[in-house]
């Protein structure tokens, strides 16, 4: 059986390391920009991993599978955000 690399699971153009906080910003503002978009863009490869392999492992379904990691991943960040307004309140 064939291993396939994680790589695979790259958003079209593969991986941009170039997000910047916009023109003449701030260097600190710059790399926590970075740093996040690092992080979502690993976050969203290791899911898009997890939902190729759940599917057991077919070809070309790629985009599919990363287009479904963005969506569970915003879901959950709604979800918690949704949490802390109502922690706030009193709620929770």
Same mark, same amino acid.
């Given at each position: 059986?064939? #291993?396939?690399?994680?790589?695979?699971?790259?958003?079209?153009?593969? @991986?941009?390391?170039?997000?910047?906080?916009?023109?003449? +910003?701030?260097?600190?503002?710059?790399?926590?920009?970075?740093?996040?978009?690092?992080?979502?863009?690993?976050?969203? #490869?290791?899911?898009?991993?997890?939902?190729? *392999?759940? +599917?057991?492992?077919?070809?070309?379904?790629?985009?599919?599978?990363?287009?479904? +990691?963005? $969506?569970?991943? $915003? $879901? *959950?960040?709604?979800?918690?955000?949704?949490? @802390?307004?109502?922690?706030?309140?009193?709620? @929770?």
């Amino acid at each position: 059986m064939r #291993r396939l690399s994680r790589c695979r699971f790259l958003p079209k153009g593969g @991986v941009s390391y170039g997000r910047t906080a916009g023109n003449g +910003a701030n260097p600190e503002l710059k790399k926590e920009v970075d740093v996040k978009g690092w992080w979502h863009e690993q976050r969203t #490869r290791e899911r898009a991993y997890e939902i190729w *392999e759940r +599917a057991e492992r077919p070809e070309g379904k790629a985009t599919e599978h990363w287009v479904q +990691a963005e $969506a569970e991943i $915003a $879901a *959950e960040e709604q979800g918690l955000e949704r949490e @802390v307004e109502l922690e706030h309140e009193g709620v @929770v």
